[in-house]
């Protein structure tokens, strides 16, 4: 059974930094897509970061040069580590897995509706 649980989320202010973890217990999928998603009040969700099962490595335009997104395989957990952190960050982040094998731009691209597995997600809140 599969089971995603971010934490890490908490309160900062603009310019701060934030690392979110998912631990990833039971998805051993060889080939798969690992994705952050975040949803602010009244917006879509949205792909922010997502790394592939061969290394490859997407970010929206919007988080890019400021979060860094990782896996240690080990532990089987996901990472985000987020930079320069500014007010427009502010969401619920939610981490996603699917069993997948492409490009992680395609994978980043796809809507959350296509991804089976999820976490509870984790407030973030960037004050000015």
């Known amino acids: 059974q599969v089971q995603l649980v971010e934490s890490g989320g908490g309160s900062v202010q603009a310019g701060g930094s934030l690392r979110l973890s998912c631990d990833a217990s039971?998805?051993?999928?060889?080939?798969?897509?690992l994705i952050w998603f975040r949803q602010a009040p009244g917006k879509e969700r949205e792909g922010v970061a997502v790394?592939?099962?061969?290394?490859?490595?997407d970010y929206a335009d919007s988080v890019k040069g400021r979060f860094t997104i990782s896996r240690d395989n080990a532990k089987n957990t996901l990472y985000l580590q987020m930079n320069s952190l500014k007010p427009e960050d502010t969401a619920m982040y939610y981490c996603?897995?699917?069993?997948?094998?492409?490009?992680?731009?395609?994978?980043?691209?796809?809507?959350?509706?296509?991804?089976?597995?999820w976490g509870q997600g984790t407030q973030v809140t960037v004050s000015s």
């Open positions: 790394i592939v099962s061969n290394g490859d490595i």
């Open positions: 996603a897995a699917d069993n997948f094998y492409g490009e992680a731009g395609y994978c980043r691209r796809r809507s959350p509706e296509q991804f089976p597995f």
């Open positions: 039971g998805f051993t999928y060889r080939h798969y897509c």
